[in-house]
C-alpha cells in the first residue's frame, strides 16, 4: 500500500502533466485564509479557485460555458410568440371571444331555449287533457263498482237501493267545464238535481269535479252501431243499477228534452284544451268504457 506525502505531490504532478491532465492547484494551509478560525474564508478562496480552473481547463477543450440568463427577465418574455400557428390561427385569435361570436352565441341558445319552452308548454297541456279523460274514466268505472257493489249511500243511512253514474251537461243550466256524481235515489236513471251540487238530506248529487287549465267539454255524441256519431246533444246522464254491470244512458236534446236515439251503443264525451287538443271518453252500454 502507497502513502501519499507531500514530498511526492510534484513527481505526481509532473506525470499528470505528461499524461494531458491538468493539475489542481493545493491552497497554502498557510495562506492568510487558513488563518480564519471558522474556516469559511479558506472555503470560499478553494470554491473561486477551483470555479476558474474548472471554466479555464473546459475552455481549453473546446467547451463554451451556457452564460446564465436571470430568470426574472425570462418571466417577461411572452411565451406566446414562440407557439406555432394551428391551421392558420394566429395567437391573437386565441385570447377569447369577438363581439360578433358573442352574439352569434347568444342568439342560438336564446333560440334553442325558446324551442324548448313551447314543446314544455305543449306537453304539459297534452299531460293535463289525457289526465282528465282518465280521471273521467275512473269516475264511470268508480260509479259502476259502487252501482253493482250494494254502496251504502252515507254511513249510517241504512239506504242501499241506490244506483250511482255520472251527468255531463252542455244546456245552461249546466257547465262545460265540471260534471257531477250522483246517487240515482228514485231509479229514474238520471239526476234529478240542480247544478249547484247540494249534499246532504234527499239531494242525489255526491260531488261535483270541475275540470281545469283551459280544458273544457266541447261536445256530447251519441255512438251509433251504424253511421255517424250524433253530436247534437245537450246533456247525457250515466247510470249503472245492481246486479248488471251494463251502463244505462239518457240523452237529452239541446232544449232539455229527453230522447232514445236508434241504433245507439255508447255516449262519447269528447274534451278539448289549448292548442286544439283532442281526447274523447266513450262509455259503451255493455259497460265498456274506452279513452281515445
Known sequence: MSHYSRESAPADRASKKQKGFTPTPIPNNNSDTAKDSDGASMARNQRKTFGRIGVSSL????????????????SKIDNRRFKPKIFGVSSQSERGFTLMELLVSISIVTVILTFVVMNQSTYNDTNALSNLSYQISSDIAQARAYGIGV??????????????GLTFSLLSSGDDKAYLSFADRNDNSIYDGNWSCPTGGSSECLEKTDITRNNY???????????????????????FVRPSTEAQIEFFNNGGESFNP???????IILNGPDSLTR?????????????
Open 59 to 74: 475552455r481549453e477543450r473546446g467547451f463554451t460555458p451556457t452564460p446564465k440568463i436571470d430568470r426574472r427577465i425570462m
Open 262 to 268: 236508434s241504433g245507439m251503443i255508447g255516449a262519447k
Open 217 to 239: 267539454m266541447d261536445s256530447l255524441c251519441v255512438v251509433r252501431s251504424s253511421g255517424s256519431d250524433i253530436c247534437n246533444v245537450g246533456r247525457v246522464d250515466i247510470t
Open 151 to 164: 254502496k251504502e249511500l252515507s254511513p249510517g243511512s241504512s239506504e242501499f237501493t241506490a244506483s250511482y
Open 280 to 292: 274523447s271518453v266513450i262509455v259503451y252500454s255493455t259497460g265498456q268504457i274506452s279513452v281515445q
